[in-house]
């Protein structure tokens, strides 16, 4: 976690506070301070298994005081603009290798659903995972579903649980995707970001990379209303209501 260089610079020491979920409500734990151009790094082996009960757990910058347990995440925001912001940094790491993507998340919306093409399965000697990550405001954490299909001829492959509130790992090898296959994962009642992980079984390499909404590729125009379009056209060709 570190602050950019460039401009909206915020000056004062900062509180980073740990959220962590209990199905319930939003916990809170100050977790350290870190200053103006200071760099932190925590992993999981510096944090209790108890923060980590869901998969997930929260680091919240501010300059204010944070006093829980909280019935919804905080919505205050720090600076002024958004861009540039500091910018946090999450991975994954072994002895030989790391890897690691932009870490900043906002909570999505509790009623939504998730369409994207996955084309990072890589073959070989690699074991490959779909991450999906999820953050609501609401403390509870509801099971919803996600199905796979090969969007080439709309065949469904398989189907798996995923969780609000929550980091779900679905290993992909054993669904079968063909190199000649461009994977197609739809969940029709819940929202998530996902990341598909590769890991080679002799442990030199790691990958990860994460799909964008369908609205991040639509430069003028209502952003939203072409993502409903493209997200009707696909979950009508899939049959998933």
Known sequence: MAANRWENRVKSELNVYLIWNDRNLWNVDLYSKINFGEVIRITTEDIDHKYMTSGVCLFYPTTEELIGPLDSLPTTEVWSSRIPEWR?????????????????????????NLLTFHPF??????????????????????????????????????????????????????????????????????????????????????????????????????????????KKTWFNKAGVS
Do not use: W
């Not at 993507?101 to 009623?111: A, R």
């Open 88 to 112: 946090c940094t999450t991975g994954f790491y072994n002895k030989n290798a790391q890897t690691s993507y932009q870490g900043e998340i906002f909570p999505l919306p509790q009623k939504a």
């Open 121 to 230: 399965i890589q073959y070989g000697e690699v074991d490959n995972y779909l991450l999906v990550l999820n953050i609501s405001k609401d403390p509870a954490i509801k099971d919803s579903t996600i199905n796979f299909f090969n969007s080439v001829d709309l065949h469904k492959k398989g189907i798996a649980t995923v969780s609000t509130n929550s980091a779900t790992c679905i290993p992909l090898n054993s669904i079968g995707y063909l190199p000649t296959d461009l994977p197609l994962f739809i969940s029709p009642s819940m929202a998530g970001i996902p990341f598909g992980l590769g890991i080679s079984r002799d442990g030199q390499m790691l990958s990860m990379e994460h799909t964008h909404p369908p609205a991040s590729f639509v430069l003028f125009g209502n952003r939203n209303a072409v993502q409903g379009k493209i």
